[in-house]
């Protein structure tokens, strides 16, 4: 099994649509969780942060964690053309390595 | 005023050569890695140093060495170029291994 986890893509999703993206890790111990945006070309940017089972809200970002099921999710409501990126999940886990995954790419429909 | 800076932004160079990246961050953090991004985007840690100590080495050949002459520094070091390292290198900056910040990169291509 793959340590962090996520559907390539692409997601396509129409605009003001909820665009949910997807992650798993293998490691239970796992304490830090993050989501970044890569815009072609550009750096990962940190676009929220979770270390606890539940909802973490930021504007129209709200990322899910579920410790338990091994799972961090990132909800985007009122989806923009702006929001066209790659999304990618990282995890820090119990012996402090940060692991990321391969990435989703995700396209707004205008 | 950039929080996480690198240079070049591109570097083109020939195989066997040996070249460096330089890194500088201004946050004060206690932590820098340098990342490789290949042609799949696969984004994987390279090194970790914090507080100028070598925390974190993700068996890269010992062709790429990272020197850090003080905490707001962390430059890449790489000899003997090879095709494969033909990559987007990332520099990155944490306060105690938590949300990080990337510089813009550094697209490496060795012809």
């Known amino acids: 099994q793959k340590e962090v986890e996520q559907n390539s893509g692409p997601l396509s999703v129409p605009e003001g649509a909820i665009a949910s993206l997807n992650c798993t890790y293998s490691?239970?111990?796992?304490?830090?969780f993050f989501w970044y945006r890569q815009y072609s070309g550009k750096s990962p940017e940190l676009i929220m942060s979770i270390y606890s089972n539940g909802d973490k809200e930021d504007g129209r970002f709200t990322a899910q964690l579920n410790k338990a099921s091994q799972y961090v999710s990132l909800l985007i409501r009122d989806s923009q053309p702006s929001d066209s990126a790659t999304y990618l999940c990282a995890v820090i886990s119990r012996r402090d390595k940060i692991i990321f995954g391969k990435g989703t790419r995700l396209h707004i429909l205008p | 005023d950039t929080a996480v800076s690198q240079t070049p932004k591109y570097l083109v160079t020939q195989m066997g050569n040996d070249k460096s990246i330089k890194c500088e961050q201004n946050?004060?953090?206690?932590?820098m890695y340098w990342y490789k991004q290949d042609s799949k985007k696969f984004l994987k840690i390279m090194f970790s140093?914090?507080?100028?100590?070598?925390?974190i080495n993700e068996t890269v050949p010992n062709r790429f060495s990272p020197k850090s002459p003080d905490k707001a520094h962390l430059n890449l070091h790489i000899n003997s170029l090879e095709l494969g390292d033909s990559a987007v290198y990332f520099c990155a900056s944490s306060q105690d291994f938590v949300e990080q910040y990337f510089g813009p990169g550094t697209r490496l291509t060795v012809t």
């Open positions: 490691d239970r111990g796992s304490q830090s």
């Open positions: 140093y914090n507080n100028k100590e070598l925390i």
């Open positions: 946050l004060g953090h206690d932590t």
